[in-house]
């Protein structure tokens, strides 16, 4: 019996976030898709939406799986803040060395390439980005630090960590990475009083 030609949709997003994610927005077209994915153009329209409908679908895939990682490298800040901060880069050091995904992280070159989105996007863009800022600060102030040092470092830590996901695309070393990372907990570590 013939009948619709069924397709692994998480399969499909996962190869259209990667294309989104090595190439970025503006420069994939719905032909790049339609090749990552193994789908028409029409399976793409029909199952997956048009490219704005399915980037977003990828950016919240991309923000939900990294973010729910954050989350739980986070989780025992309020024993062990400077601890849970190292584990927050090490999710970002780990994506950067795996080698079967591309280097940079989707949400920060997406927010580089606002001018050139729909409204949506650009907003979907800064709002990903922001919850990294919320979940740091979260965590610091669960850890001790005041709201004030808590927001600050907070705006710190997210913006290495995205400039993490920047230097790899520059080919930056493994290890400069980490002393970037390094550098960071140090000042960290001084406001909290302690190393743990």
């Not at 990682?69 to 999710?91: E, I, N």
Request: aromatic share 6%; proline share 2%.
């Amino acid at each position: 019996m013939a009948g619709k030609k069924q397709f692994d949709i998480a399969a499909a997003l996962d190869a259209a976030m990667i294309q989104f994610w090595r190439a970025g927005y503006a420069d994939t077209s719905v032909d790049d898709l339609s090749r990552a994915t193994g789908l028409n153009r029409s399976s793409i329209y029909s199952s997956l939406g048009d490219k704005d409908t399915l980037f977003l679908r990828c950016l919240e895939r991309y923000s939900t799986r990294y973010g729910e990682k954050y989350d739980a490298a986070l989780s025992g800040a309020a024993d062990r803040p400077l601890a849970a901060a190292r584990a927050f880069f090490d999710v970002t050091l780990e994506r950067i060395a795996d080698p079967g995904l591309p280097d940079g992280c989707l949400v920060a070159q997406t927010v580089m390439a606002t001018p050139v989105l729909s409204a949506a996007v650009a907003a979907r863009a800064r709002e990903a980005i922001g919850f990294q800022h919320t979940r740091l600060r979260d965590a610091l102030k669960a850890g001790r630090l005041d709201d004030e040092a808590a927001d600050s470092y907070a705006a710190h830590l997210a913006a290495v960590n995205q400039s993490l996901a920047v230097l790899s695309r520059a080919g930056t070393s493994t290890e400069q990475l980490r002393a970037v990372v390094d550098v960071a907990l140090g000042a960290l570590a001084q406001s909290l009083g302690a190393r743990d």
